[in-house]
């Protein structure tokens, strides 16, 4: 009896199945990096363009769109084909990158991410579904874990890459260095990727995703201006929030009449769901705050070069993969995970706490360790926020709702690097006035006379402070919220064949 799912493991299709996979797994890696590799670069960008008060947003916009757009592609990529929705995700990436390698002022640098984002964010879904669609389902799991590999690469490499060719070479070249690796992986998917002739038939929810875009945008746009481009209690600021909070009604209600909802509101019915959605929220505005705004520190306030702040924050990677890891060998062995959000937030809270009191003068070693106790907490909860909502839901559901946990952990992001750019943006120019626009890099902010520089760096220390009690405080919310998850065992989900 023929094996409807036979294993490629030999001529020419295991040459086209390995370039479609080497393809596909350097776009991932192209998009992936695009969420970290500006943040060591960032302090040079401000320095070139000005525009201080919006410096979170470089990062805000690329997360938030890729949030927002990755939900559709997975059921455009149904309608009109994996590969061609792949030419067009890939298309608009690498437009948006030479868009952000030109950008001249900070606001084209922002809509130029935005743009990257929008691209980007179908490669996080499509690369999954190509998998499904090249690879036979007892061989899917070994490729997942190739592309997780990738994620975790993305985060050593991103902030070294970020600040060794911004000193080296020039800031617009972490953009310009997408256009030939994204061309080359692209020509390598197309002559390997064959058309499979297949469709299939979606409703698209347009207007839920346009109400989401509508309601999160806002509400990221009001909180990253409120205070400074416009007073809090202004008409603009009420207007904001007023048609934030209009929209994000009006998704709920059409999420619950949609027939292929974004966010399928049952599942907040669960509590695995609804919990690790509030744990995955949390994580992600302290993973992207710190990225985003520890290099500032350790350029400005330290003195280090571009390329050292991005080795210097190994750390904090080596805390992630090495807990992660773990986390994940404990879970396939006994089946379960209750502890593991409750140890992740008691270093990820203890982390953050402790980096709201460095100082300029903090050794390293002090602020290595802190950045090693806060990975291994990320690296706690980061498997168990995907696997045990994947273990709770019936199978058919499951690509829905990883989809929709990876969307609520993203929105995390874009809302908390927004919240704490305007907190840092807010303390520098009430500490320095217009002077906090000269806050230059590297060599203690060599180019401005001593008295200058020091007081640039107690001024960026004293403004990092907030943010990371704030986050810290988040972190203990969240642990609270863990001792609220229920248990679901962990059992076998390896899909039968021909599924």
Same mark, same amino acid.
Request: proline content about 5%; hydrophobic content about 55%; overall charge positive.
């Given at each position: 009896?023929?094996?409807?799912?036979?294993?490629?493991?030999?001529?020419?299709?295991?040459?086209?199945?390995?370039?479609?996979?080497?393809?596909?797994?350097?776009?991932?890696?192209?998009?992936?990096?695009?969420?970290?590799?500006?943040?060591?670069?960032?302090?040079?960008?401000?320095?070139?363009?000005?525009?201080?008060?919006?410096?979170?947003?470089?990062?805000?916009?690329?997360?938030?769109?890729?949030?927002?757009?990755?939900?559709?592609?997975?059921?455009?990529?149904?309608?009109?084909?994996?590969?061609?929705?792949?030419?067009?995700?890939?298309?608009?990436?690498?437009?948006?990158?030479?868009?952000?390698?030109?950008?001249?002022?900070?606001?084209?640098?922002?809509?130029?991410?935005?743009?990257?984002?929008?691209?980007?964010?179908?490669?996080?879904?499509?690369?999954?579904?190509?998998?499904?669609?090249?690879?036979?389902?007892?061989?899917?799991?070994?490729?997942?874990?190739?592309?997780?590999?990738?994620?975790?690469?993305?985060?050593?490499?991103?902030?070294?890459?970020?600040?060794?060719?911004?000193?080296?070479?020039?800031?617009?070249?972490?953009?310009?260095?997408?256009?030939?690796?994204?061309?080359?992986?692209?020509?390598?998917?197309?002559?390997?990727?064959?058309?499979?002739?297949?469709?299939?038939?979606?409703?698209?929810?347009?207007?839920?995703?346009?109400?989401?875009?509508?309601? =999160? !945008?806002? @509400? +990221?746009?009001? *909180?990253?201006? &409120?205070?400074?481009?416009?007073?809090? /209690?202004?008409? %603009?600021? #009420?207007?904001?929030?007023?048609?934030?909070?209009?929209?994000?009604?009006?998704?709920?209600?059409?999420?619950?009449?949609?027939?292929?909802?974004?966010l399928p509101l049952w599942?907040?019915?669960?509590?695995?769901?609804?919990?690790?959605?509030?744990?995955?929220?949390v994580v992600g505005a302290a993973m992207?705050?710190?990225?985003?705004?520890?290099?500032?520190?350790?350029?400005?306030?330290?003195?280090?070069?571009?390329?050292?702040?991005?080795?210097?924050?190994?750390?904090?990677? =080596? !805390?992630? @993969? +090495?807990?992660? *890891?773990?986390? &994940?060998?404990?879970?396939?062995?006994? /089946?379960?995970? %209750?502890? #593991?959000?409750?140890?992740?937030?008691?270093?990820?809270?203890?982390?953050?706490?402790?980096?709201?009191?460095?100082?300029?003068?903090?050794?390293?070693?002090?602020?290595?360790?802190?950045?090693?106790?806060?990975?291994?907490?990320?690296?706690?909860?980061?498997?168990?926020?995907?696997?045990?909502?994947?273990?709770?839901?019936?199978?058919?559901?499951?690509?829905?709702?990883?989809?929709?946990?990876?969307?609520?952990?993203?929105?995390?992001?874009?809302?908390?690097?927004?919240?704490? !750019?305007?907190?840092?943006?807010?303390?520098?120019?009430?500490?320095?006035?217009?002077?906090?626009?000269?806050?230059?890099?590297?060599?203690?902010?060599?180019?401005?006379?001593?008295?200058?520089?020091?007081?640039?760096?107690?001024?960026?220390?004293?403004?990092?402070?907030?943010?990371?009690?704030?986050?810290?405080?988040?972190?203990?919310?969240?642990?609270?919220?863990?001792?609220?998850?229920?248990?679901?065992?962990?059992?076998?989900?390896?899909?039968?064949?021909?599924?």
């Amino acid at each position: 009896m023929t094996d409807p799912n036979p294993r490629i493991t030999h001529g020419t299709e295991a040459k086209s199945l390995r370039m479609v996979i080497l393809s596909v797994g350097l776009l991932l890696l192209l998009a992936a990096l695009d969420q970290s590799i500006v943040s060591t670069a960032l302090p040079r960008i401000v320095k070139d363009l000005g525009g201080l008060e919006h410096l979170s947003w470089v990062v805000t916009a690329y997360i938030l769109t890729s949030t927002v757009v990755a939900p559709l592609y997975g059921k455009l990529g149904d309608l009109y084909g994996r590969r061609n929705t792949i030419f067009a995700s890939v298309g608009i990436f690498l437009l948006g990158s030479l868009a952000c390698g030109l950008a001249g002022t900070m606001t084209q640098l922002i809509l130029a991410r935005a743009l990257q984002g929008m691209g980007g964010g179908g490669l996080f879904v499509l690369a999954l579904s190509v998998v499904g669609d090249a690879v036979p389902p007892q061989d899917r799991g070994k490729i997942q874990g190739v592309f997780a590999a990738v994620f975790s690469v993305s985060s050593v490499i991103g902030p070294f890459a970020g600040g060794w060719l911004t000193e080296h070479a020039d800031w617009h070249w972490i953009f310009f260095i997408n256009l030939p690796l994204g061309a080359l992986a692209l020509v390598g998917f197309a002559l390997s990727f064959k058309p499979r002739g297949t469709r299939v038939s979606h409703q698209i929810d347009w207007w839920g995703a346009f109400a989401l875009t509508i309601g =999160v !945008g806002g @509400l +990221t746009l009001w *909180t990253s201006l &409120g205070g400074r481009s416009f007073a809090w /209690g202004s008409g %603009l600021s #009420l207007g904001m929030i007023a048609v934030s909070l209009a929209a994000l009604a009006a998704f709920v209600r059409i999420e619950t009449t949609a027939k292929e909802p974004i966010l399928p509101l049952w599942l907040f019915k669960m509590n695995v769901f609804w919990v690790t959605s509030v744990l995955g929220f949390v994580v992600g505005a302290a993973m992207f705050g710190a990225v985003t705004f520890l290099p500032i520190y350790l350029q400005i306030a330290t003195g280090s070069t571009p390329t050292n702040s991005g080795l210097e924050l190994i750390p904090l990677t =080596v !805390g992630i @993969l +090495t807990a992660s *890891t773990l986390a &994940g060998r404990y879970m396939g062995r006994t /089946g379960r995970y %209750l502890i #593991l959000p409750k140890l992740g937030m008691s270093g990820l809270a203890i982390g953050l706490l402790g980096l709201a009191q460095i100082t300029a003068t903090t050794p390293y070693p002090i602020f290595a360790g802190l950045l090693l106790v806060m990975g291994l907490g990320m690296g706690c909860i980061f498997p168990v926020v995907t696997t045990a909502v994947q273990n709770a839901v019936p199978r058919h559901t499951l690509g829905t709702a990883t989809a929709a946990g990876i969307l609520l952990r993203q929105l995390g992001g874009a809302l908390g690097v927004a919240a704490f !750019g305007a907190i840092f943006s807010a303390s520098l120019f009430a500490q320095l006035g217009e002077a906090a626009s000269q806050v230059s890099v590297g060599e203690g902010g060599s180019g401005i006379d001593p008295a200058q520089a020091a007081a640039m760096a107690d001024a960026v220390v004293l403004a990092i402070h907030p943010i990371y009690w704030i986050a810290g405080i988040a972190a203990l919310v969240g642990l609270a919220f863990a001792f609220l998850l229920e248990e679901v065992p962990l059992v076998n989900r390896v899909p039968p064949r021909g599924e």
